[in-house]
């Protein structure tokens, strides 16, 4: 790896041996102590972002990512602030990129100061991407990097960061795809890796792949730098083949054309068509190959994940909603709040609000999606006609701003490539948070080539800079540095509230990984309650402690029969009390989201069977609260059904039932419990007779298949049984659900091999799922599938809910 880090370092001082200061202001800022800093953790966040990963397998590597990016950009910002302070010097890039961009804050701050839930705008849970902090701190590493990028030392340092970066990313897929190192656990899956989702992963190195594309194309290099940039094409040029993004493919393949031929216009225009013209040839050569191979993995693209990518088990799911999908969204939103959206961060209620018919038939129905087709359109959506237009006013700057800079009359060919690089990885990056979701690593990075593209600009001299020194006028100098100081307190404060938050988070996502291994209740139960004293501000805190609320509830029941009724009556009611005390904190700091009502309505719920006078009642407002926040939601339904047979009312029951089909016809819980209720009242025969008819008119409805065959099952018809569910998989190869009676079907008619398998699948889709194991050892081990798991599970027809979670290995957009 240091041999590699040399070799860039060499690449950098081959095309600018001698970095030179524009003038004497960048000259006075390069020279501040912390100046000098801030230019290193921008650097460093560069180089560090794309692999740092979570050591703890129960945190999100990607919530590590953002917690450093926010920490080291506070961090950046306040050195940059105290640097001024000490010389009183300012001397800014002049771009009217940045007026796009401040155009945008301004609409993201009207927006979040507006929204119905401000605190959920303005950061979110951890500074999500469509948060109004996580564009400060963007617009924040936008502003500093130009700065810093001006001096061609720093530049260079930035894009050796990346190529570095680079390096470590390819040396960890190596060892991880091809032996299967899993460095202590924490790759497990082929497509596991540090940069965060597999799409991600192709992404990045198509820019890598881009970049090393211009480098040979435009610059005149030394033979090191060219053999290290032909290596880091052609295993990037690997790493995009075996994640196989159409966009990504599209993207490198038109942006190799433009390099093409921009390199040979400015060589004509600037007299170097002598240069180097073998090479140059070469390099052309490999930049129309890149072109076809891009065009032949996007015409194969299926292809390539039928007969490579899946038998190796690379690719994951992924989905989001489609463009069709997010412009009614955006109608419905705009329609209702036009001027301001829904507020940042809110999509997710709007979905929930609109979501468009169908999407309900398929696997994603219960997702709640924070964003659209891409980050950048959604930000249109949730900031409103205001935001819509900030937005493109930025891209159309930066557009502007970009191609100007192509065109522009230069003598230096070096500066002149220089420009071309910066705008050509803004311009996919751009694209990319366009017609896509990206982490926050491609997301940053957007941000720095773009400050790449406007140090470019302002490189030549003072015209593209505003400078002045506060110094020279006692007025001035006093404004600037109250500006400066209250700016530092804002700084010092907003990054002590990051390191807080962020810190909470980490703490509930420990807990609930701890918990999830040990199912250790009173560790976990501890674990919510500090981090809730730590941030109180986030319902989703209150929810985890009132699902712990209810297992404690559930486990003082079990001790019914102890000797001390009143010990127990009293730990009832305080675990109630707090139970309903938390869901209500819940909902109060944000009753716009469902999930808070259905928290609160379930603790109500779990209390009907006791005949607690007003369970009931409350039970149903509660749901029926939920449901005017998420109408075509048929979970909902289903919870109504449950809540009437814990009060006994079947005929109810059956009417929520049936709301919940209307809203979703292939719902399997449905289905499931509607089986349940004619097998208790005998019914079953005349149930398995209507399915059968419904069978015929509808072939293709994989619901019905399944609730044929559980009924069957239920009936101890095993081939018949087999048949309907053999069909309901062959409709969807990983119903979990289907494959799993079927299983049972295959283990009581004899057929263990087969039953193996279907359970093996089942493993598979469901990894957590410890009954699906247990099932597949008794049946390797020669016993009764259900041996000794104990009830409901060993009397399936009496089960409360389903056996497993449906999973989807299909990405699919609603």
Not at 220 to 234: A, C, I, N, Q, T
Not at 602 to 619: D, F, H, M, N, S
């Amino acid at each position: 790896m240091k041999k590699n880090l040399s070799t860039v370092d060499v690449q950098a001082e081959s095309v600018s041996p001698q970095p030179t200061p524009v003038n004497a202001h960048c000259e006075a800022h390069t020279g501040s102590i912390f100046d000098a800093i801030s230019q290193k953790l921008l650097v460093l966040l560069v180089f560090v972002l794309p692999f740092l990963f979570s050591w703890n397998g129960g945190v999100a590597d990607e919530v590590v990512k953002r917690g450093v990016l926010a920490v080291g950009v506070t961090l950046a910002f306040l050195s940059w602030l105290v640097a001024r302070l000490q010389d009183g010097t300012y001397d800014l890039p002049r771009s009217s990129i940045f007026i796009g961009a401040l155009a945008a804050l301004v609409a993201a701050l009207a927006a979040t100061f507006f929204s119905p839930v401000i605190r959920e705008s303005l950061i979110g849970i951890g500074i999500e991407g469509g948060t109004l902090a996580m564009l400060l701190i963007s617009f924040v590493v936008l502003f500093l990097t130009s700065i810093y990028a001006r001096e061609r030392k720093h530049l260079f340092q930035l894009y050796a960061a990346l190529g570095a970066s680079a390096c470590v990313l390819l040396v960890v897929e190596l060892f991880h795809v091809a032996f299967g190192v899993s460095f202590g656990g924490l790759l497990v899956t082929p497509s596991d890796n540090f940069l965060g989702k597999w799409n991600d992963l192709g992404l990045f190195f198509g820019l890598l792949l881009l970049l090393c594309q211009s480098g040979l194309q435009l610059f005149d290099l030394p033979g090191r730098s060219k053999v290290l940039l032909r290596v880091l094409l052609v295993l990037s040029t690997i790493v995009l083949f075996f994640v196989n993004l159409a966009l990504a493919w599209i993207l490198v393949g038109v942006l190799s054309l433009i390099t093409v031929v921009y390199s040979h216009a400015l060589r004509v225009k600037l007299g170097h068509l002598s240069t180097a013209r073998p090479d140059r040839a070469t390099f052309t050569s490999s930049a129309v190959l890149m072109v076809v191979l891009s065009i032949l993995a996007v015409l194969g693209n299926s292809a390539i994940n039928q007969y490579v990518l899946n038998p190796l088990q690379l690719g994951g799911v992924e989905v989001r909603p489609s463009w069709s999908s997010t412009v009614a969204i955006g109608k419905q939103t705009w329609s209702t709040n036009p001027l301001l959206g829904s507020g940042l961060n809110r999509f997710a209620r709007e979905w929930n609000l609109h979501k468009p018919e169908g999407v309900n038939e398929t696997v994603f129905w219960n997702t709640d999606f924070n964003a659209g087709v891409g980050l950048v359109p959604t930000f249109g959506i949730t900031s409103g006609i205001l935001g819509g237009i900030a937005w493109a006013f930025f891209l159309l700057a930066f557009l502007w701003v970009g191609f100007r800079s192509l065109f522009a009359q230069h003598s230096d060919h070096t500066q002149q490539s220089i420009r071309y690089l910066a705008f050509a990885g803004s311009l996919y990056l751009w694209l990319v948070a366009f017609f896509y979701v990206p982490d926050a690593v491609l997301w940053f990075l957007a941000f720095v080539f773009l400050a790449l593209l406007v140090a470019s600009q302002s490189s030549d001299g003072k015209a593209g800079v505003v400078a002045f020194q506060a110094g020279d006028d006692p007025r001035a100098s006093f404004a600037a540095t109250l500006v400066c100081i209250v700016l530092i307190l804002i700084d010092l404060g907003g990054g002590y509230f990051l390191v807080r938050r962020y810190h909470s988070l980490y703490v509930y996502q420990k807990a609930l990984s701890a918990y999830a291994q040990s199912g250790n209740l009173p560790q976990v139960e501890q674990a919510l309650l500090t981090t809730i004293a730590r941030d109180g501000s986030q319902d989703l805190y209150y929810r985890s402690l009132v699902d712990a609320d209810l297992l404690k509830l559930n486990q003082i029941l079990s001790q019914a029969n102890t000797a001390d009724k009143e010990a127990l009556r009293a730990q009832f009611q305080a675990a109630l009390s707090a139970a309903i005390a938390h869901a209500t904190t819940a909902t109060q700091l944000n009753s716009l989201n469902y999930q808070n009502w259905m928290s609160l309505a379930r603790v109500y719920e779990a209390i009907v069977p006791l005949k607690i006078e007003g369970a009931y009642e409350l039970a149903r407002q509660t749901y029926a609260k939920a449901q005017s926040l998420y109408p075509t939601n048929p979970q909902i339904h289903m919870n109504f059904a449950r809540l009437e047979l814990a009060k006994g009312d079947k005929k109810a029951a059956r009417k929520a039932i049936a709301d919940a089909l209307e809203v979703k016809t292939n719902y399997t819980e449905a289905l499931f419990l509607i089986s349940q209720m004619d097998y208790d009242e005998g019914n079953i025969t005349g149930a398995i007779a209507g399915a059968e008819q419904v069978a015929v008119l509808a072939p293709q409805d994989v619901g019905v298949f399944f609730q044929l065959g559980f009924l069957k099952y239920l009936e101890r018809d095993y081939g018949g049984a087999i048949e309907a569910l053999e069909r309901a998989r062959l409709l969807n190869p990983n119903y979990s659900n289907a494959k799993y009676f079927l299983g049972l079907s295959y283990s009581m008619k004899g057929e263990q091999q087969k039953a193996i398998k279907e359970f093996e699948d089942i493993a598979a889709l469901n990894p957590d799922n410890a009954e699906v194991k247990t099932i597949l050892r008794n049946l390797k081990s020669g016993e009764a599938a259900l041996a000794g798991i104990g009830a409901p599970a060993n009397a399936p027809e009496r089960r409360p809910s389903l056996p497993v979670t449906e999973n989807s290995s299909t990405p699919k957009q609603p």
